[in-house]
């Protein structure tokens, strides 16, 4: 479903006619970019004198943002009246930002990506199992709007070994070095799966999560392809993180865009800087080429340089060091940030294969040439998050405020609206043919969801570290949650949230 512009100039004579073609377009629930506001009316919220940024009307001015029962319902030139009014004077007022791919499903870390800016936090690559389940722990009040695609892996486990499954449950940890990881599925199995995948796309997933990556022994090209079949006939996309070879090998991408083409399904490719390494260029070529020949596929990066994975992960299995082009004195120990040897790198793989790790072998110029690519997305690939007890990478923290602060103002690879919209209306407009409430996201715009950030563009930056890796982002002054005041001043306004689970049309 797509979402279309409808512009009204201020000097139509009759208020009558302007007032009854807004109701009649908002009914629709179509957003409207409506350029008119009456100073009479009152809002629940009014955000006043803000710089005013839709990426996809190209709207970037001084308005003022009128917020009535979680929707965007005035966008004027002249200052709204509220119950709550917000002087934005010097500050952007922007589209709240949707996270394509984080890995935290917990309080913990929807509370790091709120402060971020983020009002959406989706669980796209690993996905979820079951999705009627998923999000469970966040409560009944949620602080940002969540989802999840169906998370093959999670199915594959329970075919394939379901004791994994069990032990996940009771000790909330994954070893990925077991049978569900390594082992190819029978014919039976993989029927098993796809009907699996099937039931949960009906339950409103939002397309499959496809792990291939951490399943390369495992997978072989019959599942790869009932993969993308299943997802054709669902008309939803795979999210994968491709298999990895030798720095800059594309085979992997090949692999997926080829079954992608062959079942007329789409795709989007996880963290490109992280899998493309230094053939970051030719990737792109080959995603701008498959584009041109009609495929439907997208991907995003996050500005890190370092990955992160459990140490039991496949690739550590292969030739990890000439893969990445470092060795063991690159990688940490996520939880503690201790630097390994090639002896507590074994030791840890042996003792604690759930454990997490930090390999640093991203390049700042790999990210650069990502970010400045037409149409790459941001995500913040940030990890499980369950307490702030023990360290992880600090994705979660400040991606969206790094690319505000850091490649837009410091360094100039961007403009503020196109970085706004690889971080809000790329990821709405990649989900909504098929999950309709993202038409409603990722806008500014008459009817849009009030999913808003609000920041100073002096001073927006991430803090958060490699050694820190929860201090909290600056220059964020308020995160509105469906109209919903969320943070305020960076910090956390209230425990209590407007988040909505977000789920595929199944009809």
């Known amino acids: ?19 009854w073609l807004f109701l009649a377009l908002i009914a629709t629930g179509v957003p409207v970019l409506v350029a008119c506001g009456d100073p009479q009316q009152r809002y629940d919220v009014a955000i006043n004198n803000g710089r005013v940024i839709d990426p996809e009307s190209r709207l970037d001015t001084v308005r003022s943002v009128g917020i009535r029962a979680g929707r965007i319902e005035a966008i004027s030139e002249t200052p709204l009246q509220a119950d709550n009014v917000v002087d934005a004077r010097g500050l952007v007022v922007s589209p709240g930002f949707i996270n394509l791919h984080s890995h935290s499903a917990a309080e913990p870390g929807y509370r790091l990506e709120l402060l971020d800016g983020v009002t ?5 690559e690993a996905g979820g199992f079951p999705i009627a389940r998923f999000g469970q722990r966040l409560g009944d009040a949620p602080l940002t709007h969540f989802g999840a695609s169906v998370g093959h892996a999670w199915i594959r486990i329970q075919v394939v070994d379901p004791d994994a499954l069990k032990a996940l449950a009771a000790r909330g940890k994954l070893d990925m070095s077991g049978a569900a990881f390594t082992q190819i599925a029978t014919s039976a199995e993989r029927q098993q799966m796809e009907r699996m995948l099937e039931a949960e796309l009906d339950a409103g997933g939002l397309g499959i999560g496809f792990l291939l990556d951490y399943m390369t022994r495992a997978v072989d090209e019959a599942e790869r392809d009932m993969i993308f079949a299943v997802a054709a006939r669902h008309e939803v996309p795979v999210f994968v993180h491709v298999r990895r070879g030798i720095d800059g090998d594309p085979a992997g991408l090949l692999e997926v865009i080829e079954s992608a083409e062959r079942h007329g399904a789409a795709v989007h490719i996880c963290h490109l800087n992280a899998s493309a390494m230094s053939g970051v260029d030719y990737w792109l070529d ?12 997208t991907t995003e990066m996050f500005p890190w340089t370092s990955g992160s994975a459990a140490i039991s992960s496949d690739v550590f299995s292969r030739n990890w060091r000439e893969i990445f082009a470092i060795d063991y004195t690159d990688v940490q120990w996520a939880e503690t940030g201790e630097w390994l040897t090639e002896a507590t790198f074994k030791a840890y793989r042996k003792t604690r294969p759930d454990g997490q790790t ?38 979660g923290a400040g991606t969206s405020t790094r690319i505000l ?47 808003i950030v609000v920041f100073d563009p002096a001073t927006v930056a991430a803090t958060a570290s490699y050694e820190a890796p929860f201090a909290p982002p600056t220059g964020i ?31």
Do not use: C
């Open 1 to 19: 479903m797509r979402s279309h512009l409808f512009v009204m100039p201020f000097s139509w004579p009759s208020s009558l006619w302007r007032g």
């Open 120 to 124: 959406t936090v989706l669980e796209l």
């Open 286 to 297: 080959e995603i701008d080429a498959a584009r041109a020949r009609g495929v439907d596929v």
């Open 358 to 395: 930090m390999h640093h072998y991203i390049r700042e110029d790999w990210n650069r040439r990502a970010i400045k690519s037409p149409h790459v997305m941001v995500a913040s690939d940030a990890m499980p998050l369950l307490s702030y007890d023990l360290k992880v990478v600090p994705n």
């Open 405 to 451: 602060g850091q490649y837009v103002r410091d360094e100039g690879l961007l403009s503020l609206s196109d970085a706004i919209a690889r971080l809000s209306l790329y990821p709405a407009q990649r989900l909504e043919a098929f999950a309709p409430a993202f038409a409603r996201k990722g806008r500014i715009a008459l009817g849009a969801d009030a999913d």
């Open 477 to 507: 002054h308020s995160v509105w949650v469906s109209g919903h005041l969320s943070v305020k001043n960076g910090q956390l306004h209230e425990r209590a949230g407007a988040g909505q689970k977000l789920i595929a049309d199944t009809r």
